[in-house]
């Protein structure tokens, strides 16, 4: 399929200084100059966010939500003015637009808001013109509070392919990496790059420690049928395309990834009767923590229940569980933060049920002791201690052969 | 006349940090808690401003407007939305909104925006819901091109005193200088604090070097009848009241201020014809440049001109002197950048011809020369060597005995 407009997504450290804001404007620039309709959505520049993350906590322990997406927001507009003021001096004519310009409406959940529709008329008429459209992301607006909210983690991305659904776009998401590799390269030298993969791998991947994409990138690219090209900001050689998969020519092991980022927290002495679990995972979800493992366990008639979260949420998820004493009575929690995840992904796997029998005998023939493990159609997840992990990647990189180029069965 | 409503205006030094956000935000909770609405606004952090003008210019050497316009409002939405999180912390609610959230409309003219018209529906929500509201100074928002713009220099003075135009409102700008001097006091340390001044004066003396309130935000006070309070960021004591004079009681002479910041323009061989003078100045103001003190002189049928225009504004007025060369045939331009100027202001001085003698005599007796004379009902200011801008002052605060307290006569 061929499209005549693209959006072009670089994240902060492909903007992180005034000579890589040049750059990405030449790149934006030769983009137009091929004859394409060209949107950029651009991060705040290297580690801008951080930064005012930390100014808000020297002035106030717990910022207030809507104040904090004041502050935040402004990094990303900061990032596309100067790049939009770069591509001026190419003699291309730019525009940026903030969130709210751009008509990216979002809910009203100030830091981790989500994308409800995109009213792109603006950023049509600019393209109609002739212009190239800097778009910033990771924010939005709220029209019930006529509020800007940031979109939390991984929001530029979100960003981009919201942008891309709306205009029928393609979607090419920048990074310092070239593409979705077989594991992470710094690990496994010989890890190979993937020049296609499916949503439903590249979902599994992204939730697993695969930082390239991000997860909720993702699923919108899902949803809406968006093909995203994942690729490098410093080349122009081709990088991963996530995609329709093609059932026929599945591998059945795409991927090792792995993740150093979880905190397992061990419930024990709550009451075992129905619908405790699902009050405990109400409230937390009503933290906005996103769960990954869970797995339960019933001793004497008091269940047992564990649950991975990522490092980030562990104070909302200690509040929320907080909240929930009063209802169930004393119950301990425990934190365990030496842990890692280790997993296995792969569309094929599907129809091949011994996969997880490999992957732990792999894992205990190199040593490796299992805490939990998790499972879906197309993924299997371990955790490990944390210092294992590398060993453990390279051990399954090895045992399912991921170098040479896949084989389909 | 009593107000129940205040806008306090801060500058950037007053929260060029944390500690210094947290106190402008205890600043505002007290004003609050003895009642009264209030409305802050703050300017960027300390030097943030100069900040991303360097970046700009490192990414581009003529930045776009627009763009510039999009990255400069930026550092006012950060220090509003700290000093909002610090007020949380104290127990009051807080809001804070940009330039466009408060309904600042101006025109279009990027990096000096005028404001048109204050639609301040949400900042009286705001207030009426009992929360301190923080606009986002120096900066609105175009109805015609639906951009954000920023207002050029002064531009939080004239957010503030149009905010409290629009709402009725007392006005206290805030600075590291407790109030408005006879003349400034690290050059004479007997410089008295003036408890009230007109608005007349206080524009001839912002017009003419004192830096304590920006001319348009005085413009801006006397046209719409809003009282400024200037006053210590750091202190409870009163400062000075600009207001409305009350002609029986006023000094002769009120304060000597001085600036360093002019260059004089001598153009040489212009032809003598009618409308020449016209033209140039068109010209001039087209490229939004200050001009201050002109004078003019014919010699064997070629006018000669001079006039001072603030340092910064020297490339716009090249620039727009070199358009005019096609219309007028050559002439030459001497740029004279060593010259300051020194300025005597009292509404008092209408009715006593004998001040600008005095001035004169006392510079001469001085060995001062004089370079350019400009006058009007209330101000006498002279262009001198810079160098010598000290001693003038100096002995103009002695010569018209501003050190005492002032009699009327």
């Known amino acids: 399929m061929d499209f005549d407009t693209v959006v072009m997504k670089f994240g902060g450290s492909s903007v992180a200084d005034p000579e890589k804001v040049k750059h990405v404007a030449q790149r934006l620039v030769a983009a137009r100059e091929r004859g394409l309709r060209v949107v950029g959505t651009v991060s705040a520049m290297g580690r801008t966010t951080d930064g005012l993350i930390d100014l808000a906590h020297q002035v106030s322990p717990h910022p207030d939500g809507r ?33 709210s310009q751009a008509g990216i409406l979002t809910d009203s959940v100030h830091t981790k808001a989500k994308i409800r529709e995109i009213r792109a008329e603006r950023v049509r008429e600019a393209l109609d013109g002739g212009k190239i459209v800097l778009v910033a992301g990771f924010q939005g607006f709220s029209r019930e509070t006529m509020d800007v909210t940031t979109l939390g983690r991984g929001g530029t991305d979100a960003t981009a392919v919201a942008l891309a659904a709306a205009l029928g776009a393609a979607c090419e998401i920048y990074s310092d990496v070239p593409g979705v590799f077989t594991a992470d390269p710094r690990i496994v030298p010989g890890a190979r790059k993937l020049p296609a993969i499916s949503y439903e791998e590249m979902l599994e991947m992204s939730a697993s420690g695969a930082k390239v994409l991000m997860l909720r990138a993702v699923e919108l690219a899902r949803n809406h049928g968006v093909r995203i090209h994942a690729r490098s900001t410093f080349s122009d050689e081709e990088g991963t395309w996530v995609q329709e998969g093609d059932e026929m020519e599945q591998p059945i092991v795409s991927a090792v990834t792995h993740s150093e980022n979880d905190v397992v927290f061990t419930l024990t002495g709550i009451p075992d009767r129905p619908g405790v679990a699902a009050m405990i995972f109400d409230v937390v979800a009503a933290a906005q923590v996103n769960v990954d493992t869970i797995i339960q366990n019933v001793v004497h008639g008091n269940a047992e229940m564990s649950f991975s979260v990522p490092a980030e949420d562990v104070p909302a998820t200690r509040g929320a569980l907080e909240s929930t004493r009063a209802e169930l009575g004393p119950f301990a929690v425990e934190e365990n933060h030496d ?17 997880a029998a490999r992957m732990f005998r ?23 201690a944390r210092g294992e992990i590398p060993a453990a990647v390279r051990a399954l990189h090895d045992a399912f052969e991921l170098e040479s180029a896949p084989v389909a069965e």
């Open 339 to 355: 842990l890692g995840k280790v997993s296995l992904i792969g569309a094929g796997m599907r129809s091949h049920p011994g996969v």
């Open 362 to 384: 792999t894992l205990a023939e190199n040593g490796i002791n299992l805490q939990m493990i998790s499972t879906s159609p197309i993924k299997i997840s371990c955790m490990i």
């Open 67 to 99: 104040e904090l997406d004041m502050l935040l927001s402004t990094g990303e507009r900061i990032a596309c003015a100067l790049v939009a003021m770069a591509i001026h001096d190419l003699g291309q004519e730019a525009v940026s637009l903030t969130g």
